[in-house]
């Protein structure tokens, strides 16, 4: 899904990847890339670790290693005096940041090292975990300053709010907008409603499912409770820029009509869902935009 091949080969790219990649995972950048006594470039991080009564501050050094173009792995030799780098930053544990994957031989030597209790620990951070981060809330910025292109592809969520709002399925708890990263057309929006002699739809539930098991639970429990039936579309279809402006122009038409009536859950629910559906679609809001919402929201009406 994202292409780190995008990302610079020429100067400290992967490396000022790597540090803003950290600080947002909630590192504390010690050291901006520096070259290491071998020539390679390193970084220095720390984490804040809890004790009972004390805290202890863990210093890791990063190596950066960026061949996503050959594809190859990152194997012992490119990660030479692994022990030497450690000790000349005073640093407790090696995290490896690779745009590819470590060689199982790498795999080994780092093993050994924490078995042998001359490194406190160690971690990879390879193509498939960064890109897992990647796709979680808050990183958007990121991608967008880093991985443009592949940022057209994911278009990761943001926050359009302060805050996330996730499209949870009613039954189980899943956020259906996070999953859409995984797959397609398994989660519904629907609407409980009926008719009144005058033909007007009184919509009384809006809610979201897991297509299949969670929405047959609901859509029974609806039927025992209302006798309503209901209606839905897949969120999957709703995540495209068109379908969803369709949505929201269908329910203005469907309320100006006079059609249709919104009890006040279902109308809560229904704006929540659209602000949730807008943070997949809706392009990032930039700083400067950002600010002028700010001192707009400021003038009294
Ligand atoms: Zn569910």
């Known amino acids: 899904m994202i292409d780190f091949k995008e990302v610079d080969y020429e100067g400290d790219s992967w490396e000022l990847f790597a540090r803003d990649f950290l600080e947002e995972v909630g ?20 984490e804040e670790l809890k004790g009972k009564l004390n805290k202890y501050r863990f210093r890791w050094l990063v190596s950066c290693k960026h061949f996503a173009t050959s594809g190859r792995s ?7 005096n692994i022990l030497e780098r450690l000790s000349s930053f005073g640093a407790d544990g090696f995290i490896g940041f690779y745009s590819t994957v470590p060689s199982s031989g790498l795999n080994t030597r780092l093993n050994d090292l924490k078995k042998e209790l001359k490194i406190k620990d160690f971690r990879i951070f390879d193509q498939k975990i960064i890109e ?52 397609n057309y398994k989660g519904i929006i629907a609407q409980a409603s009926d008719l009144d002699e005058k033909g007007v739809e009184h919509v009384k539930k809006v809610y979201c499912a897991c297509k ?9 429990s609806i039927y025992k409770k209302y006798k309503l039936t209901t209606s839905w579309k897949d969120i999957s279809d709703l ?23 919104y009890e ?26 950002k600010e002028r919402v700010v001192s707009l929201m400021s003038f009294p009406f």
């Open 132 to 183: 897992n981060y990647l796709i979680r809330i808050g990183y958007s910025k990121l991608i967008m300053r880093y991985l443009p292109e592949s940022y057209k592809i994911v278009k990761p969520l943001h926050k359009v709010l302060d805050e996330y709002i996730p499209l949870t399925c009613e039954v189980c708890g899943k956020d259906l907008l996070e999953a859409l990263y995984r797959e």
């Open 264 to 289: 006040k859950d279902a109308f809560e629910k229904e704006k929540q869902i659209i602000i949730s559906l807008a943070q997949k679609v809706l392009r990032e809001t930039t700083e400067k935009e």
């Open 27 to 46: 590192f504390f950048i010690e050291s901006t890339p520096d070259r290491g006594p071998d020539g390679g470039k390193d970084l220095l991080v720390s």
């Open 212 to 220: 299949g098991a969670c929405d047959k639970q609901l859509r029974d």
């Open 74 to 80: 990152v194997a012992e030799k490119d990660e030479p």
């Open 239 to 261: 995540a495209i820029p068109l379908e969803f402006l369709r949505y929201v122009i269908s329910a203005i038409n469907q309320l100006h009509d006079g059609e249709y009536h």
